[in-house]
């Protein structure tokens, strides 16, 4: 078992289904039994426990977790053998956190927020079916700090149905104006499956995604943001400690239907990884939430997988941090490393890729599968 483990906990229902959303969440119909979901997922820790649990980080993740009763997630902050110096982050949807006032929040023990704004103009928030309007994150915002958070943060998206550079820069403006610790700026992506996949509305194309990008990352830069992930901007000593461990590989337990979770036992001085995933429709974890499938990472795999997290970090990691993660050496990979090198997509000292391989990451991963 690893020292720095996180803990992720699923919250599976939101006010309604966004269009273009594939996370595990399911549109409220009826009454949500909060108390039961609560017991399921202590249940579900019993399950999962391990002596000498202690996480370093906690991300209630969601689906909507702002709308978790604040007894429950108290409870559960009381219950879980949590570092008295961990992040831990709840996600807030404007128009849903009216339930979890922030003040019980802060004494509860949840010390950063993760506002979904996704836009600020609110044409383009109908057009992604969103309950709430721009003026919802402000207010959302402002009662956040006044509780005393002081690490926030604001996920935007981008490449909006028909958007031009100049209003995505003005999304970008008005989230940098609320003055977050944390932007997440992700590119809207049409995921199988979704409303958009079914009814794909019409995208900005490709010449306006290169110039939206481009404009956004010196916007950024220039307001002090740095980008240390493809999609993750932070002012300085920011970073979401709880998201780094994920790229660095690192081990993380997850609770609630359909969590993920990743962990690695030590034998003969070699880590053997495996994922463990809970029933994904709430229903099914409910009446049984310590139900779960395993999977050991097999060694052909565990390369693929490292790379595709440590990759996505704009400095890379360590070598070494890649031999204690995945029990390979560097030289194991020398000639698809030298052949990437040559190309330009990696760099030469860290495991980690060059501007133009951040750009081109499924080509680098390729190499790897
Ligand atoms: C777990 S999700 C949702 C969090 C929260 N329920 C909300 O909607 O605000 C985290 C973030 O992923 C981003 N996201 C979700 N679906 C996406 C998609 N298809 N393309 C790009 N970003 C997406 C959104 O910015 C969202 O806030
Ligand atoms: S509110 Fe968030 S999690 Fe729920 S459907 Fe919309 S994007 Fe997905």
């Known amino acids: 078992m690893l020292n720095d483990t996180g803990l992720y906990i699923h919250y599976p229902w939101c006010v309604k289904k966004c269009p273009y959303c594939d996370f595990n969440s399911h549109p409220i119909k009826g009454e949500i039994d909060q108390e039961a979901y609560c017991t399921a997922l202590l249940a579900d820790w019993e399950a999962q426990q391990q002596a000498g649990d202690s996480f370093q980080s906690v991300f209630f993740g969601g689906g909507t977790p702002s709308l978790m009763h604040p007894a429950h997630v ?88 028909g958007q031009t550079v100049n209003a995505a820069l003005q999304d ?116 049984d939430p310590a139900a779960a499938t395993e999977q050991p990472v097999d060694t052909d795999e565990i390369v693929l997988e490292f790379m595709m997290n440590a990759l996505r970090l704009v400095d890379g990691v360590d070598w070494a941090l890649f031999e204690q993660r995945t029990g390979h050496t560097k030289s194991d990979l020398a000639a698809k490393w030298s052949s990437l090198e040559e190309q330009k997509l990696v760099t030469a000292n860290r495991c980690g890729a060059t501007a133009k391989g951040l750009r081109y990451l499924d080509s680098i991963l390729q190499v790897f599968i």
């Open 172 to 287: 970008l403006r008005c989230a940098i104006d609320l003055q977050p610790e944390h932007l997440s700026w992700y590119q809207l992506t049409i995921e199988a499956k979704t409303e958009f996949a079914r009814r794909t509305p019409i995208l900005p194309v490709e010449q306006a995604i290169y110039d939206i990008e481009k404009a956004g990352l010196e916007l950024l830069a220039d307001c002090g943001f740095k980008r240390y992930e493809i999609s993750a901007f932070a002012q300085p000593d920011q970073q979401c400690q709880h998201n780094l461990n994920y790229w660095q590989f690192g081990d993380y337990l997850g609770l609630g239907a359909g969590a993920h979770g990743k962990r690695s036992d030590r034998r003969n001085g070699t880590l053997h990884p495996r994922r463990i995933s809970k029933a994904h429709q709430p229903r099914m974890y409910l009446a």
């Open 74 to 161: 108290n409870t559960l902050l009381d219950t879980l053998p949590i570092n008295s110096r961990a992040e831990v982050t709840l996600e807030v949807n404007p128009g849903t956190h009216e339930y979890m006032d922030f003040n019980d929040s802060r004494t509860s023990g949840i010390n950063r927020l993760s506002i979904g704004a996704q836009s600020f103009d609110d044409t383009q928030l109908g057009n992604l079916g969103r309950v709430h309007q721009s003026a919802d994150i402000v207010t959302a915002f402002k009662k956040a700090r006044s509780a005393g958070f002081e690490n926030i943060n604001l996920d935007v998206m981008w490449g909006l149905p």
